[in-house]
């Protein structure tokens, strides 16, 4: 079992960089690929980034260049980096953690197994 609690959301003006947090409980954290997923207001979920235990990362194309996923295995703690940030980065940011790759970057049509509650962001024009 995983829990993971997100945090460092908040109202940011446009061109502002934010970092996410995503602690997780459990020993075997570094066992696990973790992602990074985002809701707007009446949109569907979708995914942002997501790193490999062994470190590989991948990103949706709106992210490669302006957010950087990271992971310290040793404090349970996944990171994103966000620059340069636009209103339409707007929502709800959750991470989410599962042991097949394919769930976390969406090759696959299964969830990830373990997800968080959500941090809110806001970007202001």
């Known amino acids: 079992q995983v829990q993971l609690v997100e945090s460092g959301g908040g109202l940011v003006q446009a061109g502002g960089s934010l970092r996410l947090s995503c602690v997780a409980s459990g020993r075997t954290f570094s066992e696990y690929h973790l992602g990074w997923f985002r809701q707007a207001p009446g949109k569907e979920r979708e995914f942002v980034a997501a790193?490999?235990?062994?470190?590989?990362?991948d990103g949706a194309a709106f992210a490669r260049g302006r957010f950087t996923i990271s992971r310290d295995n040793d404090k349970n703690t996944v990171y994103l980096q966000m620059n340069s940030l636009e209103p339409q980065d707007t929502g709800v940011y959750y991470c989410?953690?599962?042991?097949?790759?394919?769930?976390?970057?969406?090759?696959?049509?299964?969830?990830?197994?373990?997800w968080g509650q959500g941090t809110q962001v806001t970007v202001s024009s």
């Open positions: 790193i490999s235990w062994s470190g590989t990362s």
């Open positions: 989410a953690a599962d042991r097949n790759w394919n769930n976390i970057i969406g090759y696959s049509s299964q969830q990830p197994d373990y």
